[in-house]
């Protein structure tokens, strides 16, 4: 841990300081897990109670590659999907516009499928049912291929198009295919309903604008919370010992505990740059490390892939030396004004690589 004891005096005297009401941090090497610690509480009330190992914290977009970009990739390893499939195999001809007939997962993956970043379907749609219809229905902002617009409607879409393929829900995929495999056993969407009561052990985050409760232990995305909390784009909750098992596969390129997961070339294949010039640098459903402004900062290893949240927590991955970062955050508590999150994500990293370099020379 000393190697990387200022990263960790960082995280602890932000919150502290209560800049972040809590915090779960890992930092490792490869298989080997060099820091696993928890600051602050799991809520600024009075009910809040210091945060654990098993804390839960929902996820966010970091369910994209916890879950959908995961389960995509395992489908083209067991040859049911292919990169290029488009729209209409999945979907009908005569229900896709022709707009959309050439976006294929590929596209949906590198989110260069021209979706727009957002569209509130609570306020456009009266039922999740419509969900499909609707999003097959509205104007792209660009044409396939051509921009980068990170866009959680494609992934919505790309999870309702996992669910067609398989005919499960995409909590019992991600359960088969990512979970169970990886051996993540507090992982997954709806953790209030698993038969344990999580709710004295789970972050807080806003509360609901509807009951004016805080949501805990439900989705904070509100498209995801009206597609009932399972959705290609949020959802999953999950520890920071399950998140490091996550992060470990991901160090060791599609291999945990000695067992392949992924096979090296779509794994490889999977955190390549596709879109050099463009808007954001995107793999296959991973976000890859873009400079000083970016989540990885510009200190870290620019080979960097991972993925962030927006209630707060990241995962990210230097491929070369192995080095890994799992932060856990609910910055959204009590309220999504608090953007500390961005600074400290940049500064988190640049401590890390400043310890793996110390780490290497001592």
């Known amino acids: 841990m000393a190697s990387f004891e200022k990263a ?6 932000t919150v502290d300081n209560g800049r972040l009401p809590s915090a779960a941090l890992g930092i490792g090497i490869g298989d080997r897990v060099c820091v696993k610690e928890t600051f602050g509480a799991t809520s600024i009330t009075p009910e809040g109670a210091p945060v654990r190992e098993d804390t839960l914290y929902d996820m966010a977009s970091v369910s994209k590659i916890l879950s959908t970009s995961m389960i995509a990739l395992r489908f083209i390893a067991e040859g049911i999907l292919d990169l ?44 999740p049912e419509l969900t499909v219809p609707y999003l097959l229905s509205v104007p792209l902002e660009h044409a396939p291929g051509t921009q980068v617009v990170y866009s959680c409607m494609g992934f919505i879409l790309l999870g309702k198009m996992l669910e067609r393929i398989s005919g499960k829900t995409l909590d019992v995929l991600a359960r088969e295919e ?12 709806h953790p209030l309903d698993a038969g344990t009561d999580y709710s004295a052990n789970t972050a807080y985050t806003e509360r609901n604008p509807l009951t004016g409760e805080w949501l805990i232990g439900q989705v904070h995305d509100e498209n995801a919370r009206f597609l009932g ?48 010039g463009l808007e954001e640098n995107r793999g296959l459903g991973f976000q890859l490390a873009n400079g000083w402004y970016s989540c990885s900062g510009q200190f870290f290893p620019q080979a960097g892939f991972g ?54 020379l001592s």
Do not use: Q
């Open 8 to 13: 960790v005096r960082f995280i602890k005297d």
């Open 84 to 127: 290029a499939d488009m729209l209409p195999r999945y979907f009908g001809e005569d229900a896709v516009p022709e707009d959309k007939k050439e976006i294929s997962l590929f596209h949906l993956l590198t989110h260069t499928s021209g979706y727009p970043a957002h569209i509130p379907l609570y306020e456009k749609i009266a039922s």
């Open 178 to 189: 990512v979970f169970g495999p990886l051996g993540m056993a507090h992982t997954g969407y």
């Open 229 to 276: 909390g399972v959705s290609g784009n949020a959802g999953v909750f999950s520890d920071l010992r399950d998140s490091i098992r996550f992060a470990r596969m991901l160090a060791g390129r599609g291999v945990l505990g000695g067992k392949t997961y992924l096979p090296r070339c779509i794994f490889d294949a999977s955190i390549r740059n596709y879109t050099p």
């Open 307 to 360: 993925h962030n949240g927006f209630t707060g927590p990241h995962i990210f991955v230097d491929p070369g030396s192995g080095l890994w970062t799992v932060l856990l955050l609910n910055r959204v508590h009590p309220t999504r004004e608090n953007a500390e999150h961005l600074r400290v994500r940049r500064i988190l990293h640049t401590l890390i690589a400043i310890g793996l370099e110390e780490r290497i």
